[in-house]
């Protein structure tokens, strides 16, 4: 059942809704737990944690190569970080939640599907419905990086470009979502609303629970977790992922999760300042951000994300662009090319030691969204600018 | 010990040469073998294969995020093929050679190195330089992709564009190569002329060992493997990878090696199809090759892959653009996404079916070498000529 998180209604999944008629947000009325007896062996990716997913039948699952995405240890201004680099076969993180979304949409019948997307979900709707054969169309803000637009059309799905910022593509989804909320035929298969996304995205954090703490020669428990956030996906994820964990008896706790937005556009941050318990929209930003994909003014989950991680002990973070580039451009010198988006959470780094939030010796992940191949032309830029 | 395959004669790894005074290439002297027992699973990707690598310490080795590449089993016109997909921390196949080649000669005293490239082995040395804070300077053709250019600069390299073709870099950097042949500071370190490359390519076949022949459920063994080749490497990969585990009692024999190179360009085809020992030099081709990573006009280890591919009693092909082209479009909308060089072996399968060097049920493996990220313009192209 989905349950609505404003009026408290339940309704059957097979009505296929991707909100609550009320307007608010739905999620799953059940919960799941995970242990080293759950895993299952079968797979080698994300699908190992299937008896923790909302879905019924891994095994005819679409796929399009979901192996571990690599957890690399680097030094960072004298401190060892392991980074959660999400090299998936879209290119970013969001191919774990769009994969159990997707997914459980095919398992209750949908026959067509559209979505908002800043470009990684519309890139990776668009790789795992070309698998699956169903029709996908997929509407972008008219900046998004040309990279993402190729890769959305060469899987076949229909770009769909709007003008003005991110929020225009998202109205534009929902507007028609609204007057067509029960259809099997095009529905709105909406990351940032779906419930199914939410838990696929949580997969990023069991993989480091694997790489970590069952690795033949670490053992280690992760004492905090720090990850880009628009609409939160990421630490939301990782808060559903630890509490399974404690519920299927694994870990004891779950560590401290620091979301970080870039700073021209920061509602969560905004909210978490300010000490409130939801999260107030914003307008949009003026101009280009270099974080284009957290670019969110209207945060779905905030409560809850707030709730999350104050309950984890963690905080939220606000960077500059200058910060976010400097990061970037210290990862690609460690090996690690990753798109802006992923650096404003190396970009926090510093600060979350400077002020003792993290502690030396303490076990950090720091998770890196999507490749520096997504975003070539803002690469460049940032290059160029540098040389002068 | 470095053994010259031309006059015999043998050096010390420790002169760092890149090739033999007499102008021939080098092998190495000692021989490899891999078994279950000789996974070193302290590792999760390619290092677990340490014990068959030319390489001391794979501990101290620099990483950039060395996972398992994904196996995708898909059915391409009624035929189940598992599709192995190369998106590895650079995002292709040549991060396994380079990894290996650049760790060696760190572990030989290298302090700064240079390389020819058409783009990907330059984008991985650039990497892993990085990473081993090892300058390097990177030689690429003036027609290498845009993505891979910025991708080499990000990682904060040198990048030198020779005008002309291909084979402009390579003379470029091997004129430079003999003058200094003997120095531990900038050497020339060739992926193609490496044999330490070589054997680093191979894990790709221990990889589909270990995903096929050990999985839990399968048990698998390829007969037939299909690769892109300009220098062959990832054929001579195959064929090391089954020679090793042959040595080591893991399988019986080594699955037929289909080599599948551009026509328009494609010396190894020509020498073939002639039954030669060993493979001429072509002229460069005139005007744009879409498959840009497999344009090569001297093949250093001719004798050698054309021997290999015998003894495997595989084939070598040659592929139209317009058959390639094809090809990437219908991996895409399987959710495969790559550049054409990686195309032109899955454009093979079909002849390989009706000409029955592959007869039903055959267990097969095609390589993808690399992600469709790289070449974003190249796929738009392809696009736009579509839709017109």
Same mark, same amino acid.
């Given at each position: 059942?989905l349950?609505?998180?404003?009026?408290g209604?339940?309704?059957? #999944?097979?009505?296929?809704?991707?909100?609550?008629?009320?307007?608010?947000?739905?999620?799953?009325?059940?919960?799941?737990?995970?242990?080293?007896?759950?895993?299952?062996?079968?797979?080698?990716?994300?699908?190992?944690?299937? /008896?923790?997913?909302?879905?019924?039948?891994?095994?005819?699952?679409?796929?399009?190569g979901?192996?571990?995405? *690599?957890? !690399?240890?680097?030094?960072?201004?004298?401190?060892?970080?392991?980074?959660? %680099?999400?090299?998936?076969?879209?290119?970013? %993180?969001?191919?774990?939640? +769009?994969?159990?979304?997707?997914?459980?949409?095919?398992?209750?019948g949908?026959?067509?599907?559209?979505?908002?997307s800043?470009?990684?979900?519309?890139?990776s709707?668009?790789?795992?419905?070309?698998?699956?054969? +169903?029709?996908?169309?997929?509407?972008?803000?008219?900046?998004?990086?040309r990279?993402?637009?190729? &890769?959305?059309e060469?899987?076949?799905?229909?770009?769909? /470009?709007?003008?003005?910022?991110?929020?225009?593509?998202?109205?534009?989804?929902?507007?028609?979502?609204?007057?067509? @909320?029960?259809?099997?035929?095009?529905?709105?298969?909406s990351?940032?609303?779906s *419930? %199914?996304?939410?838990?696929?995205?949580?997969?990023?954090?069991?993989?480091?629970? @694997? &790489?970590?703490?069952? =690795?033949?020669?670490?053992?280690?428990?992760?004492?905090?977790?720090? !990850?880009?956030?628009?609409?939160?996906?990421l630490a939301?994820?990782?808060?559903?992922?630890?509490?399974?964990?404690?519920?299927?008896?694994?870990?004891?706790? +779950?560590?401290?999760?620091?979301?970080? &937005?870039?700073?021209?556009?920061?509602?969560?941050?905004?909210?978490?300042?300010?000490?409130?318990?939801?999260? *107030?929209?914003?307008?949009p930003? @003026?101009?280009?951000c270099?974080? #284009?994909?957290?670019?969110?003014?209207?945060?779905?989950?905030? =409560?809850e994300?707030?709730?999350?991680?104050?309950?984890?002990?963690? =905080?939220?973070l606000?960077?500059d662009?200058?910060?976010?580039?400097? =990061?970037?451009?210290?990862?690609?010198?460690?090996?690690?090319?990753? #798109?802006?988006?992923?650096a404003?959470?190396?970009?926090?780094?510093?600060?979350? %030691?400077?002020?003792?939030? +993290?502690?030396?010796?303490?076990? !950090?992940?720091?998770?890196?969204?999507?490749?520096?191949?997504?975003?070539?032309?803002?690469?460049?830029?940032?290059?160029?600018?540098?040389?002068?």
């Amino acid at each position: 059942m989905l349950v609505c998180n404003g009026c408290g209604s339940a309704y059957k #999944e097979e009505e296929l809704l991707w909100r609550c008629p009320c307007g608010a947000h739905f999620s799953l009325d059940k919960s799941f737990s995970m242990n080293p007896s759950m895993i299952d062996n079968k797979y080698r990716g994300f699908w190992r944690y299937n /008896k923790a997913l909302p879905i019924e039948d891994a095994l005819s699952a679409v796929k399009i190569g979901e192996e571990f995405s *690599p957890l !690399v240890t680097k030094n960072w201004n004298g401190a060892n970080i392991h980074f959660k %680099y999400e090299i998936l076969p879209t290119g970013s %993180y969001k191919d774990r939640g +769009i994969a159990v979304m997707l997914n459980r949409l095919r398992e209750l019948g949908v026959k067509s599907v559209y979505e908002d997307s800043s470009g990684n979900a519309g890139a990776s709707i668009a790789g795992y419905c070309a698998a699956a054969d +169903i029709p996908c169309e997929v509407i972008v803000p008219e900046s998004t990086s040309r990279g993402k637009c190729v &890769q959305i059309e060469a899987y076949g799905a229909t770009l769909t /470009k709007i003008p003005g910022p991110r929020s225009a593509a998202s109205m534009e989804a929902e507007g028609r979502g609204r007057n067509s @909320e029960n259809r099997c035929e095009n529905i709105y298969a909406s990351h940032n609303w779906s *419930p %199914y996304f939410a838990h696929g995205v949580k997969t990023w954090a069991f993989e480091i629970w @694997e &790489q970590l703490c069952l =690795a033949p020669s670490s053992e280690l428990m992760p004492d905090a977790v720090v !990850v880009p956030a628009g609409q939160g996906s990421l630490a939301l994820g990782a808060w559903h992922a630890f509490s399974d964990l404690i519920r299927g008896g694994a870990v004891a706790k +779950i560590p401290r999760i620091y979301a970080v &937005q870039g700073s021209s556009c920061s509602p969560l941050y905004n909210a978490w300042t300010n000490g409130l318990e939801n999260v *107030p929209d914003v307008a949009p930003p @003026e101009g280009k951000c270099i974080a #284009e994909g957290i670019v969110s003014t209207h945060i779905i989950r905030g =409560a809850e994300l707030l709730q999350a991680i104050r309950s984890s002990e963690g =905080a939220v973070l606000a960077i500059d662009d200058e910060k976010t580039v400097n =990061a970037l451009l210290k990862l690609a010198k460690m090996g690690l090319y990753v #798109e802006p988006t992923s650096a404003v959470a190396a970009a926090a780094i510093d600060e979350l %030691y400077s002020s003792k939030c +993290i502690l030396p010796g303490e076990c !950090v992940v720091v998770l890196l969204s999507s490749s520096g191949l997504k975003t070539t032309p803002y690469i460049q830029e940032i290059l160029d600018e540098r040389k002068i």
